[in-house]
């Protein structure tokens, strides 16, 4: 019983995200990789501007389950704005394919977790390789709001600037938000459009996922449209599939929930399969 209760008291579910962030500022562009015991790991792949630290406390959650857990940082992200101008979502690809063989090395079991852009990524990787064990895509947008729309004023816009200011309703994303923090606050106008290249791209190769999976989003989602989580899970293949709705919480919300059951529930998810 004591030992139980000292466990649950050093688990890094138990501890504050503010706290971990201002002991982590020097890891928190940096990829992590942490060794595991139980011979499967799980490949975790952050966000369009954010860096792998937005998946790193619940890498660290898994990790004390005995989860390997790899979290690369993609191409263009981590430094500085400039750097995303010019990187295609293929570039992105390329980098967790990378990740992906490098996990394969020394595990026969892997499963693959994304957010957001990342998620969208997670797809394409488990569309090529039936073996993944299972795929948890968090945020992913089938389609963004106001897709058509945007897409014409970016290009339109793109002719008189380069950059743009990020947006945050009211109520997410201030300034204690950790994901604000350290992701890019100004994004390269060109990097919005590869941004719908990609979900273009993988609303065609749904149909080719076969994985279990585990669909998450957000009620208060700003940026994917209300029906994306709906459209996904019927559109994927797979036999084993769930889905959860996430309530007032942020689009990008696993490095800042707050009902942090969120961790368990994936958990339980990769555990059962």
Known sequence: MVNRLYNKAKSILFTDPEELYQKDHAVLGQPFHFPGTNG??????????????????????????????????????????????????????????????????????????????????????????????????????????????????????????????????????DSRFITRRISYQIYPLRSVLEIFRLAKVVRRELSRVTQPCFIMQSTHDHIVTPDSLEKIFSEISSKVKHKKYIHKAYHTFISDIENEHVFEDILNFIEEN
């Open 40 to 173: 499967k790991a799980v490949l975790l792949i952050h966000g369009w501007t954010s860096v792998p630290y937005e998946v790193r406390r619940f890498g660290k959650f898994l990790n004390e389950k005995g989860y390997t857990v790899l979290g690369p940082v993609l191409k263009g992200h981590g430094t500085h704005p400039k750097d995303l101008k010019n990187v295609s979502w293929e570039e992105w690809l390329e980098g967790v394919e990378q990740a992906y063989a490098e996990l394969k090395k020394n595990h026969a079991k892997i499963y693959v977790a994304g957010t957001s852009m990342g998620a969208s990524l997670a797809v394409m990787l488990a569309a090529d390789r039936p073996e993944i064990a299972g795929l948890v895509l968090m945020a992913m947008p089938h389609t963004l709001r106001k897709e058509r729309m945007i897409i014409w004023l970016v290009r339109f816009a793109k002719i008189f600037k380069t950059y743009q200011k990020k947006y945050y309703p009211p109520g997410f994303g």
